[in-house]
């Protein structure tokens, strides 16, 4: 994209707005692109479902062990 200069804003006002074709996709499959990079390299690395623990001892080990929290 290249750089415009005006003189005045009604110069300004009358020139075209530039746009870009982001490569001929649509913008929902761009969208899914962004998704499927995010996640590649973002990987769910903590545990799904609900846990029930039966002291805090056990639930702080669980957390401990997670890589969720550090």
Same mark, same amino acid.
């Given at each position: 994209?290249?750089?415009?200069?005006?003189?005045? +804003?009604?110069?300004?006002? @009358?020139?075209?707005?530039?746009?870009?074709?982001?490569?001929?996709?649509?913008?929902?499959?761009?969208? /899914?692109?962004?998704?499927? $990079?995010?996640?590649? +390299?973002?990987?769910?690395?903590?545990?799904?479902?609900?846990?029930?623990? $039966?002291? +805090?001892?056990? @639930?702080?080990?669980?957390?401990?062990?997670?890589? /969720? +929290?550090?």
């Amino acid at each position: 994209m290249s750089v415009q200069r005006f003189r005045s +804003i009604a110069e300004m006002s @009358a020139a075209r707005v530039a746009e870009r074709d982001h490569d001929g996709d649509p913008p929902f499959e761009r969208f /899914l692109r962004h998704c499927a $990079r995010f996640w590649k +390299i973002s990987p769910r690395v903590y545990p799904r479902g609900v846990f029930r623990f $039966r002291t +805090i001892e056990e @639930a702080q080990a669980a957390r401990s062990r997670s890589t /969720l +929290i550090g």
